[in-house]
């Protein structure tokens, strides 16, 4: 039995840092296990110029433990009114790496989102010529539609079409939940990829609503049915370069989780690569999982891979419930279970 994994340094394709006193104390956890990651810009107000970017960025830096490697990839919130001069600039000078499209409304600080997505069809023609990645929160708001449907819909109204109209555009369809995502992305050619959460892969909607509400298990997209999660954890450890490591850390504090209308999100930062490789072991696949975390999303964004490398042992150990988070408490993905695998550095 294998009992360590060393693999090339990660990144986290997709995750929520914040700002202030949270994204201080957040960016240690992610900065502790990946090089990179890519951050998403639903701050409020969004992170929607080069100039908020930069601003955002040299926050974020300056939370980076002294010593420690890592480097923030900058995203541009697309709106209605975005500015496609500003968002190739910014692509540019480096400062963006992707725009990420969240149709208004649809989850956490998305209300200044793109409304109808046709509007932003410049702003796609121009990030298809530029080479600038497409990061979409794929699910439809229509109230008519089902919230566990909204995925689906999402590929048939919008996503289909975009890929069509831009065939050359590199989307990246984020935090994918259904079997419905992985087969669009599987038939799409190769400019189109997903990331896949830890939490997708460990639990369908069940672990939310049965036995009394379960808020630190929900986010959005929410987890769907068992044979979905089967579909994803098939897709994450196929090792087909399309699929690749995107927590959605989203970190809202305990007391936020546990009210009435609790926020949507789970803090998947710190013991996000323990989480993972657990399913790849459990698939009998840990020889993808390199592939994963380390490899196909940089061939995908077109960066190089990272130096150094890090190494998982298989060591049972207890989750913490909760971790200190900005004077307050914040409960971790695993919190207060057992992990077989352990992060080592
Ligand atoms: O669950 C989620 N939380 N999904 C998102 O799309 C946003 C995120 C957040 O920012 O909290
Ligand atoms: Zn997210």
Not at 141 to 149: C, E, G, K, L, M
Request: glycine residues 6%; proline residues 7%.
């Amino acid at each position: 039995m294998t009992d360590t994994v060393t693999i090339r340094r990660p990144d986290d394709w997709h995750l929520h840092f914040r700002d202030g006193d949270v994204m201080r104390e957040v960016v240690p956890y992610t900065a502790r296990q990946f090089a990179r990651a890519i951050v998403m810009p639903n701050l409020s107000p969004p992170v929607t110029t080069v100039e908020l970017a930069k601003a955002y960025r040299e926050r974020i830096m300056a939370a980076v433990p002294q010593g420690v490697d890592f480097t923030p990839l900058m995203t541009c919130y697309l709106s209605d009114t975005t500015d496609p001069d500003d968002l190739a600039r910014g692509a540019s000078e480096g400062v963006f790496t992707a725009a990420k499209l969240y149709p208004a409304n649809a989850t956490t600080n998305s209300a200044h989102g793109v409304s109808d997505v046709e509007k932003i069809y410049p702003v796609l023609e121009r990030m298809e010529a530029e080479g600038i990645v497409l990061c979409v929160h794929g699910e439809v708001t229509s109230a008519d539609i089902d919230v566990f449907d909204r995925e689906a819909a999402f590929i048939e109204r919008y996503l289909r079409d975009i890929v069509v109209n831009f065939p050359k555009l590199k989307v990246v369809f984020e935090h994918i939940t259904t079997s419905d995502a992985v087969d669009f992305v599987m038939e799409s050619g190769p400019q189109v990829a997903a990331t896949i959460t830890p939490q997708h892969l460990h639990i369908n909607r069940n672990a939310i609503l049965v036995g009394g509400i379960q808020p630190h298990n929900y986010c959005l997209p929410v987890a769907k049915r068992e044979e979905h999660r089967l579909a994803l954890r098939k897709a994450a450890t196929s090792g087909s370069p399309k699929f690749f490591l995107g927590t959605d850390s989203a970190p809202h504090l305990r007391s936020a989780k546990e009210t009435s209308c609790g926020c949507a999100g789970i803090f998947g930062a710190p013991y996000a690569l323990e989480s993972y490789i657990t399913v790849f072991d459990e698939e009998d696949a840990l020889d993808t999982f390199e592939g994963f975390a380390s490899l196909h999303g940089p061939a995908f964004y077109g960066l190089p891979v990272n130096e150094g490398e890090v190494t998982l042992e298989r060591v049972e150990h207890a989750v913490p419930e909760t971790l200190p988070l900005a004077g307050e408490e914040i409960v971790p993905w695993h919190g207060g279970q057992e992990l077989g695998w352990r992060f080592v550095g």
